[in-house]
């Protein structure tokens, strides 16, 4: 028996670990030789494709130089060329780049940043707004800015209160009020995933939200918090979320996509009255954070490799077209009497299947998870909700097979 502890495993129930030994484009492949259709760009994170080959290359020749080195107070040119490259392609006002190495550390940064910024001007602010069923990681300062439920009962002692704002339903008034009152009352900060929020359930919400929740921290002083570790790289068919609702917050947060999917790296864009707040000649006014591995070379080459396909590839041509394809398959779907709520953003699908019970521990979440399996499709239900959420290389074939998959769960499900 493996003596490995799986995250969001529960292990009593004996769920088989399949061994991958290898990826490529849209496929992994198990030591069984059975070959799986990545649905999920194991959990987002895969863009272009795995093992795309520029990216491999990258990493192979970065490791012949340079493998580790401190980053407080030394610096290397794979991580200057990606703070160079992301400053040519994000919004101008985000001046400054802090690296990290996971997107629960770039929301830890985020976090850190907003509060340094208030106290290194002599505000004691520190209250930070939420939007209602987000997710921004499993860190502690992670999960006190997400939904409570499930996810975090147990750590619940460990978390700080934050201010909830409603995510808006058809009226978005009075989630504007809330906003508005918690903001009067002097906000730190409000974080938000753009448009879409991922583990909360593939919950949408229109551009025009999004841009009035900025305006209002904009009116009111508060820092706004893009949390874009899901929706970055082209996810919601732009390069950022963002940049649907013309929004340019104070605070960037990227991670999953930043090297392709590779390898972990991560940053936290900040625009300049954010860097200037820390810039002193007290090293009290410091920014108090870092990790071994900020910046890792190999990584940064990585993400080296990621902006030049960018740059280079026609990446959001393709991003169109299997937007275009999710939505042809997402139509059809829609049809079924079973299948509730179908929307997309971009690349991504979700849907709610009917079932008795509903939520993150809907008892037909693992048996959705066992049938994929068997058909050689990952898919990771969040309870009744299915989403696709695939690197954007997948092929009509491979799409047209997990859509097929899914009709067939939903008619063995009700059948049941
Ligand atoms: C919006 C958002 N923020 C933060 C995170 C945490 O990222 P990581 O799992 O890399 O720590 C995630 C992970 O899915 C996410 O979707």
């Given at each position: 028996?493996?003596?490995?502890?799986?995250?969001?495993?529960q292990?009593?129930?004996?769920e088989?670990?399949?061994l991958?030994?290898?990826?490529?484009?849209?496929?992994?492949?198990?030591?069984?030789?059975?070959?799986?259709?990545?649905?999920?760009?194991?959990?987002?994170?895969?863009?272009?494709?795995?093992?795309?080959?520029?990216?491999?290359?990258?990493?192979?020749?970065?490791?012949?130089?340079?493998?580790?080195i401190?980053?407080?107070?030394?610096?290397?040119?794979?991580?200057?060329?990606?703070?160079?490259?992301?400053?040519?392609?994000?919004?101008?006002?985000?001046?400054?780049?802090?690296?990290?190495?996971s997107?629960?550390?770039?929301?830890?940064?985020?976090?850190?940043?907003?509060?340094?910024?208030?106290?290194?001007r002599?505000?004691?602010?520190?209250?930070?707004?939420?939007?209602?069923?987000?997710?921004?990681?499993?860190?502690?300062?992670?999960?006190?800015?997400?939904?409570?439920?499930?996810?975090?009962?147990?750590?619940?002692?460990?978390?700080?209160?934050?201010?909830?704002?409603?995510?808006?339903?058809?009226?978005?008034?009075?989630?504007?009020?809330?906003?508005?009152?918690?903001?009067?009352?002097?906000?730190?900060?409000?974080?938000?995933?753009?448009?879409?929020?991922?583990?909360?359930g593939?919950?949408?919400?229109?551009?025009?939200?999004?841009?009035?929740?900025a305006?209002?921290?904009?009116?009111?002083?508060?820092?706004?918090?893009?949390?874009?570790v899901?929706?970055?790289?082209?996810?919601?068919?732009?390069?950022?979320?963002?940049?649907?609702?013309?929004?340019?917050?104070?605070?960037?947060?990227?991670?999953?996509?930043?090297?392709?999917?590779?390898?972990?790296?991560a940053?936290?864009?900040?625009?300049?009255?954010?860097?200037?707040?820390?810039?002193?000649?007290?090293r009290?006014?410091?920014?108090?954070?870092?990790?071994?591995?900020?910046?890792?070379?190999?990584?940064?080459?990585?993400?080296?490799?990621?902006?030049?396909?960018?740059?280079?590839?026609?990446?959001?041509?393709?991003?169109?077209?299997?937007?275009?394809?999710?939505?042809?398959?997402?139509?059809?779907?829609?049809?079924?009497?079973?299948?509730?709520?179908?929307?997309?953003?971009?690349?991504?699908?979700?849907?709610e299947i009917?079932?008795?019970?509903?939520?993150?521990?809907?008892?037909?979440?693992?048996?959705l998870?066992?049938?994929?399996?068997?058909?050689?499709?990952?898919?990771?239900?969040?309870?009744?909700?299915?989403?696709?959420?695939?690197?954007?290389?997948?092929?009509?074939?491979?799409?047209?097979?997990?859509y097929?998959?899914?009709?067939?769960?939903?008619?063995?499900?009700?059948?049941?």
């Amino acid at each position: 028996m493996s003596p490995v502890w799986h995250p969001f495993t529960q292990h009593g129930l004996g769920e088989p670990i399949p061994l991958v030994t290898r990826s490529e484009g849209a496929a992994l492949y198990t030591a069984d030789g059975r070959r799986v259709i990545d649905a999920i760009s194991s959990w987002w994170v895969t863009t272009h494709g795995h093992c795309h080959p520029k990216i491999m290359a990258a990493i192979v020749e970065q490791a012949g130089k340079l493998d580790q080195i401190i980053f407080a107070g030394w610096t290397h040119e794979p991580a200057e060329a990606v703070a160079r490259g992301l400053l040519a392609i994000m919004p101008g006002a985000l001046t400054r780049v802090f690296f990290s190495d996971s997107g629960s550390t770039s929301v830890e940064v985020a976090l850190k940043m907003a509060l340094g910024f208030w106290r290194n001007r002599g505000d004691d602010r520190h209250r930070i707004l939420v939007l209602e069923h987000g997710y921004h990681g499993d860190t502690i300062g992670g999960m006190s800015v997400g939904e409570r439920g499930v996810y975090n009962q147990a750590y619940a002692p460990l978390l700080f209160e934050v201010g909830t704002i409603p995510l808006p339903g058809a009226d978005p008034q009075p989630s504007y009020d809330a906003l508005e009152a918690e903001c009067a009352a002097g906000a730190a900060a409000f974080i938000v995933e753009p448009l879409i929020l991922g583990a909360g359930g593939m919950l949408m919400y229109p551009p025009a939200v999004l841009a009035e929740f900025a305006a209002i921290c904009r009116r009111h002083g508060v820092l706004f918090i893009a949390d874009e570790v899901m929706t970055g790289w082209g996810r919601t068919g732009t390069l950022l979320a963002c940049e649907q609702a013309e929004v340019v917050p104070d605070i960037l947060c990227l991670s999953k996509g930043l090297t392709g999917g590779a390898v972990p790296l991560a940053v936290t864009l900040a625009s300049e009255p954010i860097y200037q707040a820390h810039l002193s000649g007290d090293r009290a006014k410091m920014f108090f954070h870092s990790s071994s591995y900020t910046a890792n070379p190999l990584a940064c080459a990585a993400a080296v490799a990621n902006l030049a396909i960018w740059r280079e590839e026609p990446v959001l041509r393709g991003i169109t077209l299997l937007a275009e394809r999710q939505a042809q398959r997402l139509a059809r779907i829609a049809a079924n009497p079973q299948v509730e709520n179908a929307r997309q953003l971009g690349t991504i699908t979700a849907f709610e299947i009917e079932a008795p019970t509903t939520g993150y521990l809907s008892e037909i979440g693992p048996r959705l998870l066992a049938f994929f399996r068997e058909r050689g499709i990952l898919l990771r239900p969040l309870g009744n909700t299915i989403y696709l959420m695939p690197p954007y290389c997948i092929d009509e074939a491979d799409l047209d097979t997990v859509y097929a998959a899914i009709e067939e769960a939903i008619a063995e499900i009700s059948a049941a």
